[in-house]
């Protein structure tokens, strides 16, 4: 498993909350340990506890993106590595469930369970994988949805940096809303074209009849 993967943790996590809609997923130990997705043994270590936990590491979290989507990169990776210190991880050469053809282990990279609590591994592995993806593809891939009232965060893999939405649905909404805008002002600049040329007309005077 290569370690970017483990930037998706971020993201899976950051987007539990809309701020802009006042919408907030993580309100249960059920929706925590949603976010492991097939790790299911870390999963089950989770606790009521760990939704309060989890809802702070969110926020800093989030601080990242908005410092990279703001352009501050050297406060994006100051937030980071503050992340990185707090919660460090333990990496091991792991070869389950990866066979060659002759049966031999694909040795990678893999980052173990925290033993402490869920909080800190989910933690642990989300900032470094989100470390990983920062210095392999640099700071401004890091991204805010453009997609008013969104700002889901996301990761740009594009090969030209031109991501902008989180999602195929955000883009859509935010082009037809672009699409609508500009037919707006179009007919407005066509309105107050047509009312000059109106009041550019030559008036008849009485004298004239």
């Avoid at 340990?33 to 989770?46: D, H, I, P, T, V």
């Avoid at 501050?72 to 590595?81: A, I, K, P, Q, S």
């Avoid at 990983?132 to 401004?140: C, N, P, R, S, W």
């Avoid at 672009?178 to 009041?199: F, V, W």
Wanted: hydrophobic letters at 35%; a negative charge; aromatic letters at 8%.
């Amino acid at each position: 498993m290569e370690l970017a993967y483990y930037s998706d943790y971020a993201v899976r996590l950051v987007n539990t909350e809309e701020p802009a809609r006042g919408t907030d997923t993580l309100t249960s130990v059920e929706a925590v340990r949603g976010l492991f997705g097939a790790n299911q043994s870390a999963a089950r270590r989770a606790t009521e506890a760990d939704v309060t936990r989890f809802r702070s590491v969110r926020g800093r979290l989030r601080a990242v993106f908005e410092a990279a989507d703001a352009g501050d990169e050297t406060l994006g990776v100051d937030l980071l590595n503050s992340l990185l210190l707090e919660f460090p991880v333990s990496p091991q050469i792991s070869g389950h469930d990866f066979r060659d053809d002759d049966g031999r282990p694909l040795w990678h990279m893999h980052l173990a369970d925290h033993p402490s609590n869920a909080t800190a591994g989910y933690a642990a592995i989300a900032a470094m994988g989100l470390a990983f993806h920062l210095t392999e593809y640099g700071v401004d891939r890091l991204g805010l949805c453009e997609a008013p009232p969104c700002r889901n965060a996301y990761l740009d893999t594009s090969t030209n940096r031109s991501r902008r939405y989180c999602s195929d649905r955000c883009a859509t909404r935010a082009n037809v809303a672009a699409y609508r805008a500009r037919k707006r002002l179009e007919a407005e600049r066509a309105e107050n074209t047509g009312r000059a040329a109106d009041s550019a007309q030559p008036t008849t005077a009485s004298g004239d009849r």
